[in-house]
């Protein structure tokens, strides 16, 4: 297990895998077991990812205790951080955002929209001429894409990819997350 050490050479408190000093500006998380301190990189965690754990359990400690625990999900990438109005930037999406958008007159793309056909849509012709513009594709055909079909629910996508593998999807028609 993995715990605070006074082992370098200046007497200062060595934490994780890694042990190694903190460092300010440095994600770290603490294991809600062991309560030693993490490096985000070291143990894979983002410091966003870190906002939706609810129990961390080290790699020591998640063994006997079990994997790292998420808080449910709330859709809160959906709420209104703000209404219109009062000066602040408001959540794409959101009711507020919407009305907002509407009032807008946009310019044409046509001018900087490349239209391709699908099977032209390819590796080798990107790596080539390179992504500098939006690209509209009115042919799927050759895009290797497969629609699923119109009674593919949601649990369907976690049962699509391996178990252990972390996926966030959108129900686009409840607007709802599942993790």
Same mark, same amino acid.
């Given at each position: 297990?993995?715990?605070? +050490? *006074? %082992?370098d ?5 060595? /934490? #994780? *895998?890694?042990?190694?000093k /903190? ?8 294991c809600d ?8 990189? #070291?143990? +894979?965690? +983002?410091? *966003? =990812?870190g906002?939706?754990?609810?129990? &961390?359990f #080290? !790699?020591s400690?998640?063994p006997?205790?079990g994997?790292t625990k /998420?808080k449910p999900?709330?859709n ?5 951080f ?9 959540q ?6 919407v ?9 044409s793309?046509? !001018?900087?929209v490349?239209?391709?056909r699908g099977v032209?849509? *390819?590796? @080798?012709?990107?790596?080539?001429n390179g992504f =500098? ?5 009115? =042919?799927?055909? %050759?895009?290797g894409? &497969?629609v699923?079909? !119109?009674?593919f ?8 990819v391996e @178990?252990?593998r972390k ?8 607007q709802e997350?599942?993790?």
């Open positions: 297990m993995a715990k605070k +050490s *006074t %082992g050479q200046d007497g200062e408190e060595l /934490y #994780c *895998t890694c042990r190694k /903190y460092k300010e500006g440095v994600f770290m998380i603490e077991k062991c309560k030693d301190w993490f490096h985000g990189s #070291c143990v +894979s965690i +983002s410091e *966003t =990812e906002d939706d754990i609810d129990k &961390f #080290c !790699p400690c998640a006997k205790h994997p /998420y999900r709330r809160d990438h959906r709420h209104a703000s209404e219109a109005g009062d000066g602040k930037k408001m794409a999406g959101t009711e507020a955002f009305k907002w958008l509407k009032t807008k007159q946009f310019e793309a046509d !001018p900087i490349k239209h391709m032209d849509v *390819t590796l @080798a012709k990107l790596e080539k =500098e513009h939006p690209i509209m594709v009115k =042919e799927k055909n %050759g895009l894409l &497969f699923p079909p !119109p009674d629910a949601i649990t369907d996508v976690a049962r699509q @178990a252990d996926v966030d999807v959108i129900d686009a028609n409840r997350d599942f993790r």
